[in-house]
């Protein structure tokens, strides 16, 4: 079946320092979504990314799609102490009707020390 | 901004007992789903519910889970007979749109003993 892969599983960062935390899907994929997910919370959506070769930015963060969908990456610069959760990537396979049946990676778990 | 609410926030069973899992979506949302996290692990689909019925569902959404939409705002999950291993955390989610992010609940920590 579909597998979605991320690494590093953990991430220490020094405050102020960039990071790039990986996404790899088995499978192709319509689309990719990020979502953060903060200690003790809830996955909060960051973003999607549909076309091939897409780049988002959201102020320090940086998505991209890969050309073939089927990786993506998110790159943090100037880590902030605000930047603490564990990130996921997540993706509906393009054999599924339904772009809610998500796949999602295992998480990148960052930490941040001021 | 709208959120998904979920009820209860924790709730601890023996194993064997039923539990039924609550949650309200976003009002005009359509799309309806379940997913869970066994602690420290990745989150998984369950369920996706649209139009009344169920979607699609995964291997874990066996014989002893079930959902329905009993009322205009309600989502439950039902799990008949608990087993320890179905110890999570249950989201429930929501969208307005099938394409659309979804917004997940707070979640409901379920401890099965």
């Known amino acids: 079946g579909q597998q979605v892969m991320q690494i590093p599983q953990y991430q220490h960062v020094q405050e102020g320092e960039d990071f790039t935390t990986y996404c790899n899907s088995s499978?192709?994929?319509?689309?990719i979504q990020w979502y953060k997910q903060r200690p003790g919370g809830h996955p909060v959506f960051l973003i999607q990314?549909?076309?091939?070769?897409e780049v988002k930015k959201q102020k320090r963060l940086t998505f991209q799609f890969g050309e073939a969908k089927k990786n993506s990456s998110l790159h943090i610069t100037a880590t902030q102490t605000t930047d603490v959760g564990t990130y996921f990537c997540a993706g509906p396979a393009m054999t599924t009707d339904s772009w809610g049946k998500l796949q999602f990676g295992a998480g990148t778990q960052v930490v941040v020390t001021p | 901004e709208p959120e998904v609410t979920q009820t209860p926030s924790h709730q601890v069973t023996q194993m064997g007992q039923e539990v039924i899992l609550r949650c309200v979506p976003i009002?005009?949302?359509?799309?309806f789903y379940w997913y869970r996290q066994i602690l420290g692990q990745k989150v998984e689909f369950l369920v996706s519910f649209y139009n009344n019925e169920i979607s699609e569902k995964s291997e874990i959404f066996d014989d002893q889970f079930s959902v329905e939409r009993p009322d205009g705002s309600n989502f439950t999950l039902k799990i008949r007979s608990t087993k320890l291993e179905d110890s999570a955390m249950y989201f429930c989610a929501s969208t307005d749109r099938g394409n659309s992010p979804l917004h997940f609940g707070n979640g409901t920590r379920l401890t099965v003993t």
């Open positions: 499978t192709t994929l319509s689309n």
């Open positions: 990314l549909v076309k091939s070769g």
């Open positions: 009002s005009n949302h359509l799309y």
